[in-house]
């Protein structure tokens, strides 16, 4: 199976630019062959008119009528001098009175001049092979009121066909030359107008995963392709932050792993070193349990990241009562804040469109990490209400320390943590955040965090239901 490649820019600009410079010149090679046709023409009727003038005015004043000797004379002296004229007068019955030479006329041209039509002049090819220009028209004789004469007069134009002939040869070869030449310069001057995007083609293929904190020289590049390298810059941009991401996502996965791996080998490696009593087998176990329980979430909730960052749309959405989902959450959360003598509150209602199983485990996710982060003695607030931009507001409050503000962007991040130096064990997969906010966007909504000295809140925006009945 043949590829084939579609022809490139430079070649089309200069196929365009060459075909309009030939349909150019060829309508211009055109128009000047043809005025410089009509200028010729117009100086055989000039001639041709003066001489039909002058048969006219001798055959009015002549006493005598053809074929008169002197009359004849008369007008051959009148054309004495005028190489290449033909003149010929005929009767009312077309017979030839009197001709200056052997010059046959066509018959055409005689019938629309006795029938006084009034007709451009005609040229045709006579016997001896010259191209002749001819008209006609109609003399009265001397005395007489109507017209007896049909007189026809011709230009032998040989030499204006020769110059034609070779003026459209030298015009036609001049457009052919210059049609190539405009497309040699328009393939130049396109190759030079295409320079900027060679220099992006060359800037960015030195761009690697190693280098992408380069960019385009925006500032460099006409007005035309900047949009393009700007829209490059931040193509960039978000691929250096994705890589970023994926580096230190890569990175904090391995030491998650390492932390429940090292537990298992060493409880095995130190259990194997010794016989043991079915007991401390039995310990031995129930905490290896423990770290395959942790390391069973943690695959779990990476998986159900993955497919939900992959697949952002909800297949069968439904009505979901936030405030009755949340009051659930408070009442499963009880035991906890009990211990950490917590008052939990929940005010207002909205009801949003959604999968109501996930929208449970991201409330539940974030109530988890409030109560968890909550001061001893303190509160977890979770107050629900609308806008009127068609937004429910669900805000998850706690009282405790302030979250440092250079710890709030990254605070979603797969496996961070604000202080690194806690004992991971004890804080979960940490996955939880991170899985709350890829369930508020595949709903299309939006989370955030602020944290000052008094408490830190989380806001989820979602869009509301349509229907809603449990809403106020």
């Given at each position: 199976m043949t590829s084939t490649r579609s022809?490139?820019?430079?070649?089309?600009?200069?196929?365009?630019?060459?075909?309009?410079?030939a349909l150019v010149l060829f309508l211009l090679g055109i128009l000047i062959g043809r005025s410089v046709e009509e200028h010729f023409v117009e100086q055989d009727i000039e001639v041709l008119e003066g001489r039909m003038l002058i048969v006219?005015?001798?055959?009015?004043?002549?006493?005598?009528?053809?074929?008169?000797?002197?009359?004849a004379r008369q007008l051959g002296e009148a054309f004495a001098g005028y190489d290449g004229l033909s003149l010929s007068i005929a009767d009312r019955n077309g017979r030839v009175l009197y001709a200056s030479d052997r010059t046959v006329f066509p018959?055409?041209?005689?019938?629309?001049?006795a029938a006084g039509q009034r007709q451009r002049p005609l040229k045709w090819v006579a016997d001896d092979g010259t191209v002749r220009r001819?008209?006609?028209?109609?003399?009265?004789p001397g005395g007489d009121r109507l017209p007896g004469y049909t007189v026809a007069i011709a230009l032998d134009i040989a030499h204006h066909e020769h110059?034609?002939?070779a003026f459209r040869r030298t015009l036609w070869a001049f457009i052919g030359s210059a049609t190539m030449a405009m497309g040699l310069l328009g393939w130049f001057a396109v190759r030079r107008g295409l320079s900027p995007l060679q220099a992006i083609r060359r800037q960015a293929a030195e761009i690697t995963a190693n280098r992408l904190h380069s960019r385009l020289p925006a500032e460099a590049i006409p007005r035309e392709l900047a949009d393009l390298a700007g829209e490059l810059n931040e193509m960039l941009s978000r691929l250096e932050q994705s890589f970023e991401r994926l580096a230190n996502f890569s990175s904090d996965l391995a030491h998650e792993l390492r932390t429940p791996l090292c537990n298992l080998l060493t409880q095995t490696q130190v259990t194997l070193a010794r016989a043991r009593s079915a007991d401390e087998y039995r310990e031995v176990l129930a905490s290896n349990a423990e770290e395959f329980e942790r390391l069973s979430r943690m695959t779990s909730d990476m998986l159900f990241l993955a497919r939900t960052d992959h697949d952002r749309t909800i297949a069968h959405p439904e009505p979901v009562d936030l405030r009755a989902e949340a009051g659930e959450l408070l009442d499963y959360f009880g035991i906890v804040a009990e211990e950490k003598r917590l008052r939990l509150s929940l005010a207002g209602r909205g009801t949003v469109s959604g999968d109501r199983l996930m929208l449970r485990r991201a409330l539940g996710n974030l109530l988890s990490n409030a109560i968890r982060h909550a001061q001893v003695g303190g509160r977890v607030a979770v107050n629900i209400g609308g806008d009127a931009h068609g937004k429910v507001e669900v805000s998850i409050d706690n009282?405790?320390?302030?979250?440092?503000?250079?710890?709030?962007?990254?605070?979603?991040?797969?496996?961070?943590?604000?202080?690194?130096?806690?004992?991971?064990?004890?804080?979960?997969?940490?996955?939880?955040?991170?899985?709350?906010?890829?369930?508020?966007?595949a709903h299309g909504g939006e989370i955030s965090v602020s944290s000052d000295d008094r408490l830190t809140r989380f806001t989820v925006s979602l869009r509301e239901a349509t229907d809603s009945p449990g809403s106020a």
């Open positions: 022809r490139s820019l430079t070649w089309r600009l200069t196929l365009l630019f060459a075909l309009a410079s006219r005015e001798a055959l009015e004043r002549a006493t005598g009528r053809l074929p008169d000797a002197a009359l018959a055409a041209l005689w019938q629309s001049a001819a008209i006609a028209g109609t003399a009265a110059f034609m002939s009282t405790g320390a302030a979250i440092p503000a250079e710890h709030l962007p990254r605070l979603f991040d797969r496996f961070y943590r604000v202080d690194g130096a806690r004992h991971r064990t004890s804080e979960g997969s940490g996955l939880g955040l991170a899985i709350a906010r890829s369930i508020v966007r």
